[in-house]
């Protein structure tokens, strides 16, 4: 479907479309609103700070829609603007980007053992990914949550591919460890 959708704006914004841009404002609204808002909530972690930036972001969209050139694709172009407004978000209010990590992945790695309660888990778990930079966060939430290419991550952000999987790369190091020293500490409690 959004190969469909991308393809009419691409024709909108190169003068092959009758359509108004009432009406391809509200079928990108439509066909992407829910995957933006769940990667800024994701991100923010917090709902109302998640609307707060979602507004800012279709406001962006909105604004610079004629701006994009469709170097990327569009998807990807949001993302991006999502990106940057999440991370100004942070800055602009000292905000703690907090992330949730899937328990059932980390299960399967063998981290959490079957004695310890999944709350506790799962707690041990954003206590491991608040200490990331904001950096890694972002790009652990793109890479792990949203399951996008390092290439894609490369769109979005502006940094490269290497520094990314470097960045990935620490950002699992550090909660593995975070996570392995909470397991030591549970066992004489």
């Excluded at 959708?5 to 509200?26: A, H, W």
Aim: aromatic letters at 14%.
């Amino acid at each position: 479907m959004s190969d469909t959708v991308e393809n009419k704006v691409r024709d909108y914004l190169n003068g092959k479309s009758q359509q108004s841009v009432e009406s391809i404002y509200r079928l990108v609204y439509e066909t992407y609103s829910g995957r933006l808002y769940s990667f800024i909530a994701t991100i923010l972690k917090n709902k109302e700070d998640a609307h707060d930036v979602a507004q800012n972001v279709w406001e962006k969209i909105f604004r610079h829609f004629r701006s994009f050139k469709g170097d990327s694709s569009l998807y990807t172009w949001m993302y991006r603007i999502a990106y940057h407004e999440c991370i100004n978000w942070k800055k602009s209010r000292d905000y703690e980007i907090f992330v949730s990590y899937d328990i059932r992945n980390a299960s399967q790695e063998g981290i959490v053992p079957s004695e310890i309660k999944a709350e506790t888990a799962l707690k041990w778990l954003d206590e491991a990914i608040q200490t990331l930079p904001p950096r890694q966060k972002a790009v652990f939430t793109l890479r792990y949550f949203e399951e996008l290419s390092y290439e894609k991550i490369s769109e979005i952000t502006g940094i490269t591919e290497g520094a990314l999987k470097a960045s990935f790369h620490h950002a699992m190091g550090k909660v593995e460890n975070y996570l392995i020293k909470k397991l030591n500490e549970n066992k004489y409690q």
